[in-house]
């Protein structure tokens, strides 16, 4: 009867609540035990070998990396610093109620890589060979995962993890691909990816040689090449190594014997036709050669019109304006062509009128030469018979009465 009243009521639901950690090796852990709704029960923290750490704010574990951080009613939070591997496990929270309640906290611990390791089969590598590269990773925990780069553009690796007596993981990745020119000088960079650190990572600078590339350019002329010009070509090329040798040749013939060749540049005096064909510049190293091809073609000379001289032994200048009719282009030459007048028609037409104007003035010529002479007038006709003047026009037929008829006409 005296257990009826106890069991009618309610009793208080006490929580006992914990969480899990996870923490650096080396660093500091902290365990909290909360309790809702506490009734004044003994709240204790033990340790995987269920050890009492804590017994309300007392400490009787005799170690003094754990610390009490706070201790109240509702909460009991203790502080782990320098942890180590061995503190991994689970850690116990208990409230003393009946029965007893119970809440565990799992404590991780991780252990970052060693300072990565990254190797190259080849120290100096030749373009379209095949190289290989290997990244270390030394005794973490968890394993640590391995990423590649080359350059900007990320490439796939093949690792190998190994766990270790000591609890603790080894992961390598292997490397192969193969190299171009264009690959000298990028880093080749060992990405390591682990929760216990950040930005791990190692680089390596590849050095490739290359057979050099090879170009001609054209120092003179910039246009065309006549006759009698000169010719300057200089041979740009780079490798790795240096090219030592660069040699000028022309194909299938030789080069002109008074060409001068200095170095890299190739000088030609007096251009002719005879020069013409392909000529080739040829760099070479130890990796290879290369070349370039210039071909040479010589146009005729520029020619030049000779001024027209005009003889004028006339002294008469004739002035003539002379009005051309617009002339219709042709639709051939398409669009937007200009408007051109024909010189030869203008000058046929100029000599025309000139060999015209010259004509005529000939005809006039030989006109007033065959009228050239004496004229004679009916004035006083029959004075040779009278004795004197007033004879002579009274003789004179007709009197003044024909004098109106007597005229004389000049042209």
């Known amino acids: 009867m005296s257990m009826l009243p106890f069991s009618l009521e309610h009793p208080v639901v006490q929580n006992l609540v914990t969480d899990n950690v996870t923490v650096v090796e080396g660093e500091m852990a902290i365990i909290s035990c909360r309790v809702k709704n506490n009734d004044d029960s003994v709240i204790q923290l033990l340790n995987p070998n269920r050890q009492t750490i804590y ?3 007392m400490r009787p574990l005799k170690d003094s990396r754990f610390q009490l951080v706070n201790f109240s009613d509702n909460e009991l939070r203790v502080s782990l610093s320098n942890v180590s591997l061995s503190d991994e496990g689970r850690y116990v929270c208990q409230l003393y109620t009946d029965p007893p309640q119970e809440a565990y906290a799992e ?3 991780l252990i970052p890589p060693g300072n990565p390791i990254i190797e190259a089969r080849d120290e100096v590598l030749s373009e379209g060979n095949e190289t290989e ?3 270390t990773a030394m005794s973490s925990k968890p394993a640590a995962i ?3 780069m080359k350059g900007d553009k990320e490439l796939p690796g093949k690792p190998k993890v190994e766990l270790t007596y000591d609890k603790m993981y080894t992961v390598t990745s292997r490397l192969t691909f193969t190299v171009s020119k264009e690959d000298d000088g990028v880093p080749v960079i060992c990405i390591v990816d682990h929760p216990a650190v950040k930005d791990f990572q190692a680089q390596k ?8 590339e090879v170009k001609i350019v054209v120092e003179f002329p910039q246009g065309l090449t006549r006759e009698g010009e000169n010719l300057e070509l200089s041979c740009k090329f780079r490798g790795k190594p240096e090219p030592q040798r660069v040699n000028w040749l022309k194909v299938d013939d030789d080069v002109p014997s008074h060409a001068v060749i200095t170095g890299a540049d190739l000088y030609i005096e007096n251009l002719n036709k005879s020069y013409n064909g ?4 040829v760099a070479s190293n130890s990796i290879g050669e290369a070349y370039d091809d210039y071909t040479l073609y010589v146009y005729d000379a520029p020619t030049t019109t000779p001024k027209s001289t005009t003889a004028t032994t006339t002294t008469t200048i004739i002035t003539t304006t002379i009005s051309y009719p617009e002339i219709n282009q042709d639709s051939r030459a398409g669009e937007g062509a200009p408007r051109t007048v024909d010189h030869a028609v203008i000058g046929g037409v100029v000599a025309v009128v000139v060999f015209a104007m010259l004509c005529l003035l000939i005809v ?3 006109y007033f030469a065959r009228h050239k002479g004496t004229y004679f007038t009916h004035e006083a006709k029959g004075a ?3 004795a004197d003047a007033d004879t002579a026009i009274i003789n004179a037929e007709g009197g003044h009465t024909n004098s109106d008829e007597k005229k004389e006409y000049y042209i």
């Open 146 to 148: 391995i990423r590649w």
């Open 364 to 366: 006039l010529g030989r």
């Open 107 to 109: 404590i991780t611990v």
């Open 205 to 212: 600078y590849l050095e490739v040689q290359y057979k050099p």
């Open 133 to 135: 590269m290997t990244c």
């Open 55 to 57: 017994f309300r704010d």
């Open 384 to 386: 040779d018979d009278a």
């Open 278 to 281: 392909t000529y080739r510049c």
